[in-house]
């Protein structure tokens, strides 16, 4: 009697230690389920909050001091943003962060200013000739022309179809271009030196907007065949840097005295050239791309050479301070190509191809093989009208009315 009861009290233990443990266990889950939820609960507000930040940020940049790390309680609740804004290239890359204890969401984008609301089609500087169209020319959007305005004319006779369009206000332009931002160069402040020898080719090399830039030393001769670079990175030569096809090339800036983009090459870079550039056939530089000479360099010409079907997502800048310099500045765009962004040739542009957004132009020109004719757009095309939804410009002017700014890219 005494062995029964023994064995049923010990029963009794291991049944309530089993008890015990499942309810422990039971306990534990539910813990563990409350704090994920919780975690999921704080990082969605996270998330939210993140972007809330970004539009708060980007429609009231003038609002926060002038540091390079800006922080804000939004809602005063203790989630805090955090922001870092830099230039980056022609553009500006800003980096945010929302964070509660240890939880942090991080996003980084590549931001422009908004566009006007009516942009000016064609700015050409005044010499006392009118502007003169011909062919299939079409020009859509507010003008300011010489005072003499534009004519018709008809350069290549019975040859081709003579019906030039101008569509939209004339003001009167002066003999200078609006000045704008110097569009130069600026290196972050972090940034990490290495050289082309050190990657291998065919092997995607990437750096996140969150490292401190890495600038990529090219050495007389090297070219970037076979390399696949993506994201904060800065290739700089003292020669000629030439770029095919086989290249794979996303958000990328190229400093040389010479750059040449050859035939078919697909990617997004920002091109800074101390003399020229040089665009091949089908070439696609994708948005938000760009091409820039600027002022500091005077002792020989510069120019910017886009041949045949390219197209150009984003924007051309050549920039000069004298008048000799001006006359020694050309940009060409060749027939069938397009560029979708602003056109800012302070020298004398040859426009053949379309450009959907603003040209600024100190003169223009027209070369055929048997002359030459001043001021002159022969089948071109600028439109304002079709400029694609959510385009961020590039930041050319200062423009009190222009500080609000919109996300391009995500990086």
């Not at 023994?6 to 266990?25: E, K, P």
């Not at 003169?132 to 019975?158: A, C, Q």
């Not at 402040?189 to 090399?205: A, C, D, G, R, V």
């Not at 990437?206 to 994201?231: A, P, S, V």
Request: aromatic share 10%.
């Amino acid at each position: 009697m005494f062995m029964l009861k023994a064995g049923s009290l010990l029963y009794a233990i291991y049944v309530c230690l089993i008890i015990a443990i499942l309810s422990g266990g039971l306990i534990y889950i539910f813990t563990i389920n409350k704090s994920l939820a919780s975690r999921y609960e704080v990082k969605a507000q996270l998330v939210d909050r993140c972007e809330s930040c970004f539009d708060y940020y980007l429609s009231n940049p003038d609002g926060f001091e002038k540091k390079a790390l800006q922080k804000i309680d939004l809602f005063d609740d203790g989630l805090i943003c955090e922001f870092k804004k830099e230039r980056w290239g022609m553009y500006a890359k800003l980096q945010g962060k929302a964070y509660f204890r240890k939880d942090t969401v991080e996003n980084s984008f590549i931001v422009g200013q908004r566009k006007q609301k009516r942009p000016l089609a064609l700015y050409l500087c005044d010499f006392g000739e009118e502007l003169k169209i011909s062919g299939i020319t079409e020009i859509k959007g507010d003008m300011k022309l010489p005072k003499k305005r534009y004519k018709v004319v008809n350069i290549l006779g019975n040859q081709q179809a003579n019906n030039p369009k101008v569509i939209g206000n004339i003001g009167v332009s002066s003999q200078n271009l609006p000045k704008i931002i110097p569009p130069q160069l600026t290196y972050p402040h972090n940034i990490k030196e290495t050289s082309l020898s050190s990657f291998k080719k065919n092997e995607l090399i990437y750096r996140g907007f969150d490292q401190e830039t890495m600038l990529i030393y090219l050495d007389k001769g090297e070219n970037l065949d076979r390399m696949r670079i993506k994201g904060n990175f800065i290739i700089k030569s003292n020669d000629t840097i030439k770029i095919d096809d086989t290249s794979k090339i996303e958000d990328v800036i190229i400093q040389a005295p010479k750059v040449v983009i050859e035939e078919d090459f697909e990617g997004s870079i920002q091109i800074y050239a101390d003399k020229e550039v040089v665009i091949e056939s089908y070439v696609k530089l994708r948005y938000p791309s760009c091409i820039v000479i600027d002022d500091s360099t005077r002792d020989y010409d510069k120019k910017i050479e886009i041949a045949e079907d390219v197209e150009i997502y984003g924007g051309i800048v050549i920039d000069g301070n004298s008048f000799r310099e001006r006359q020694n500045n050309f940009v060409t765009v060749e027939e069938n190509s397009m560029i979708v962004g602003d056109v800012y040739c302070n020298g004398i542009l040859e426009l053949k191809g379309s450009v959907i957004g603003s040209v600024y132009a100190h003169k223009l020109q027209l070369e055929t093989r048997s002359s030459k004719y001043a001021d002159v757009i022969l089948n071109g095309l600028i439109d304002t009208e079709n400029i694609p939804e959510g385009y961020v410009k590039l930041p050319l002017f200062v423009n009190p009315e222009e500080k609000k700014l919109e996300r391009i890219k995500k990086i």
